[in-house]
């Protein structure tokens, strides 16, 4: 069992000695007003520990990646991946520093010197300084506003036959930034995007930067929640304007629509692992507002079964229903078919499982994926097809979500 050691009052940040960690994980938590920085690995496994009764045998913190579908549904991607990534992996941390609050706890453990204890203290005080580079001239779509509109109609074909009635259509943008700070290019992103549920997360020669304003899964205890979001429109540049578009959004009978059926598509993934009438919709099609953009939520909630990990309801959700479309199966055989990139950790999950018996994941969406050895950066979005959708303006909200993270990422205010 890890000992705390209180730090203090203070906002989450970004250390300066995370920079020597080839291993790290920070996830933001906003509305539980938590946040968590894992630093280091000791352990790693492909699932996280848990015992008897659901809870973490430690810290654990990891990944998903999108093609962990392939193990759980049998499903494969014909394109090549472009990095060595795990699927799924899970690593126990050295070191653990957790802000509740406004209240920071540093977590050892007990095998830890007490020196290191008392060197890391006054190390981690320090935040990241330096600016995250001047921006790549342009990104580059793999798929041309062409070839999206033509792959849209054969998804659109598909959904007039009803094979699927609503799908999620990503596309990936790349650009060569060599300059670029991935340490300070993610304290500006978490200043400027006030994403609930970013991340930045370390493995080697690989970081994302994550301003996700989307929740996978959370628990806390035997109780679990799930909020699928599909429908955005853009802030105004007014408050009379911005007031519109979220009215707007609020009463969009497309956006409701592609909302309900990813609910529903959730709601029967956690039912399978559920106790017997624990599955319920708490929140129905709620608009919430970020700095760049308004998104439309709901939530559902259930109670996992005794003999269920809170893994086992990863595994049983995954990949999010937001993320792949209604029947999920066939939608994710279409997704394979026509998209031009295999996914990676785009669309998959960054969390942590805590011994307390909480846990998050979010969606790792409006995440610049970075790779230090290339200097290539990739950037993928994604919407959502259905039989109401204009794909035209489908393209265009790809775009107004590229922008939301090329604007919190540039040093220009």
């Not at 991946?81 to 050295?94: A, G, M, N, Q």
């Not at 609050?101 to 320090?126: F, K, M, S, T, W």
């Not at 493995?203 to 930067?209: H, V, Y």
């Not at 990739?378 to 993270?405: H, I, Y």
Request: some cysteine.
């Amino acid at each position: 069992m890890r000992h705390r050691v209180e730090l203090g009052s203070g906002v989450p940040y970004v250390p300066e000695i995370l920079r020597e960690e080839p291993f790290f994980l920070f996830r933001r938590v906003a509305d539980r007003d938590r946040a968590v920085l894992c630093i280091g690995s000791v352990s790693v496994r492909d699932t996280p520990r848990f015992d008897g009764t659901g809870k973490a045998s430690d810290w654990w913190y990891g990944h998903v990646t999108y093609d962990h579908k392939e193990q759980l549904h049998g499903l494969r991607s014909p394109h090549a991946p472009e990095i060595d990534l795990p699927s799924s992996e899970w690593h126990v941390p050295r070191w653990v520093i957790e802000w509740r609050a406004g209240h920071a706890v540093l977590h050892v453990r007990p095998d830890e010197d007490p020196h290191a204890v008392r060197e890391l203290q006054e190390r981690i005080a320090q935040p990241v300084r330096g600016h995250s580079g001047s921006m790549p001239e342009a990104w580059t779509s793999r798929t041309s506003r062409r070839q999206y509109l033509d792959q849209a109609a054969a998804f659109m074909q598909h959904i007039q036959r009803g094979d699927i009635y609503e799908v999620n259509y990503c596309i990936e943008r790349q650009a060569h930034w060599p300059g670029l700070d991935p340490f300070a290019a993610f304290a500006r992103l978490l200043e400027r995007s006030a994403a609930p549920f970013a991340a930045f997360h370390r493995r080697g020669a690989q970081f994302t930067l994550c301003a996700s304003p989307e929740r996978f899964l959370t628990f806390q205890d035997e109780r679990c929640w799930g909020e699928p979001m599909k429908g955005t429109r853009p802030r105004g540049r007014t408050p009379e304007e911005d007031l519109q578009l979220r009215a707007e959004l609020a009463a969009d009978p497309k956006e409701r629509s592609e909302n309900i059926m990813a609910l529903d598509v959730m709601r029967n993934d956690l039912s399978q692992v559920a106790l017997p009438r624990s599955v319920k919709v708490e929140e129905l099609c709620a608009v919430r507002s970020y700095p760049r953009v308004h998104q439309l939520v709901s939530t559902v909630t259930m109670q996992r079964r005794p003999d269920i990990s809170p893994f086992d309801v990863v595994n049983a959700a995954f990949p999010m229903a937001s993320m792949t479309g209604a029947p999920k199966h066939r939608a994710m055989q279409l997704i394979d078919a026509l998209e031009d990139q295999r996914r990676g950790l785009y669309s998959g999950t960054l969390g942590f499982f805590a011994p307390d018996g909480t846990g998050d994941l979010n969606v790792v969406i409006r995440a610049v994926r970075y790779d230090t050895t290339s200097g290539l950066a990739r950037l993928s979005t994604g919407s959502a097809l259905t039989a109401q959708c204009d794909p035209v303006k489908e393209w265009e909200e790809c775009a107004v979500k590229v922008r939301s993270v090329i604007e919190a990422l540039s040093d220009d205010r």
